[in-house]
């Protein structure tokens, strides 16, 4: 268990839905790193947060958005769904400070399926 | 663009023998090189790491050596063993700037111990 915590497990919805994916990070970290898994690919990197701010930004699509709260759980919103955005999304955390060798731990994931 | 590759999708190997899973990448701005380990339905488990400043890093039955010339890196698992059945996935990060410690992944190479 690697203290952080992805909910829901599993997610099934129709093309042009919206939904969110919630994430809580290990406690004491500030960081909070939004990955994407397709079928057959390496994580993706999407989005960081660091205590509450974007930090930095990968192949996110428009259509997804994230936030970080002030209780350092975040959340990743997915909108006009397309059957292409099927996929494993793993949040990750680390931290408590900003520094190069910090590792990240990462949440089960979340397994989105769009029909 | 593929910045980290592991060309070998699949790797078989006899429990108690020795596992060498190989990563390459191209960007040598990366400093910082991270494995991790991942069981079907779970999130990516950290298992070792360098950084660019070493060549080898050793923990238990785990060693990772880094070769800068080549941009090559290998993870070395001895002795094998029924339970590191699993997909293994190589990470890099550069330090575009402090605090952005995005993780650029291969697409996993998956080990199969043989009892």
Redesign the interface.
Known sequence: DSGVTQTPKHLITATGQRVTLRCSPRSGDLSVYWYQQSLDQGLQFLIQYYNGEERAKGNILERFSAQQFPDLHSELNLSSLELGDSALYFCASSGPGLGTYNEQFFGPGTRLTVL | DQQ?KQNSPSLSVQEGRISILNCDYTNSMF??F?W?KKYP??????LI?I?SIKDKNEDGRFTVFLNKSAKHLSLHIVPSQPGDSAVY?C?A?R??N???????????TRLTIIP
């Open positions: 980290v400093d910082y991270l991790y339905a779970e999130g990516p488990t950290f790491s950084s996935f990470a990060r330090a575009l402090f605090g952005n410690e995005k993780l650029t992944f291969g697409t996993g």
